[in-house]
């Protein structure tokens, strides 16, 4: 595993030039696929730049916990690499690649619980801001999943969302933290649209009921 996660590594910080600046995005990302199958270095360095961040976000709103997060983004990139060759444009590369880095969190989130262990934010004194929490967030404060700040409002968050079922804490971080559309959320928790709708409402309406003391 750490062999592998030195190449891909050694990856990220090779640059090439691809030229696909005038190509549609998903053109564009058809082409580095393509070329990252035939062991395009560059190309799937390319990929790692363009979604490690979107990657890590996401694992960190799943799982609440930097160092359980960090493990996640690499188990799914060491996925990803070892797996792109059966990768066969039946989605977008976005869409196989969170679900593969969604499965990788729900599997940690399984262990976590048999364990009955549950990580908590840390605060910016005690670790420093991470790349989630020096993203900007434009949202309304008045929904949940805007009320962040304090360290004592982020372990409210992360209480409530613990109280979710795993499918809804996903569709829920994938609607509300990433923006993504309920159709490509279904194919990336391999759900149809409307059953992905309804996950959304039980979530949303669990997490109003958690917080609604809750004031930012």
């Not at 995005?25 to 270095?41: P, Y």
């Not at 360290?151 to 809804?168: C, F, N, V």
Request: charged share 35%.
């Amino acid at each position: 595993m750490q062999k592998d996660f030195r190449e891909v590594q050694v990856a990220r910080v090779e640059s090439l030039a691809f030229g696909l600046e005038s190509l549609p995005k998903d053109i564009a990302e058809r082409r580095l696929v393509e070329a990252a199958q035939r062991g395009d270095q560059g190309a799937f360095a390319e990929l790692v730049r363009q979604y490690d961040h979107r990657v890590l976000r996401i694992a960190l709103r799943l799982l609440s916990s930097r160092e359980d997060a960090q493990d996640a983004y690499q188990e799914a990139f060491l996925k990803v690499y070892r797996k792109l060759h059966t990768f066969r444009f039946q989605c977008r590369f976005h869409t196989w690649l969170y679900r593969i880095t969604t499965n990788v969190c729900l599997d940690q989130l399984r262990r976590r619980r048999s364990r009955r262990e549950f990580g908590v934010f840390e605060t910016d004194e005690q670790a420093g801001r991470s790349p989630l929490q020096r993203a900007v967030d434009t949202r309304p404060a008045s929904s949940p999943e805007q009320m962040l700040g304090s360290g004592e409002i982020s372990q409210r968050i992360t209480t409530a969302l613990d109280k979710l079922t795993d499918r809804e804490r996903v569709v829920f971080v994938l609607r509300h933290y990433e923006g993504m559309r309920l159709r490509p959320i279904g194919e990336a928790c391999g759900m149809s649209e409307e059953s992905a709708k309804q996950c959304l409402f039980r979530a949303t309406k669990k997490l109003r009921k958690e917080l609604r003391d809750v004031r930012s």
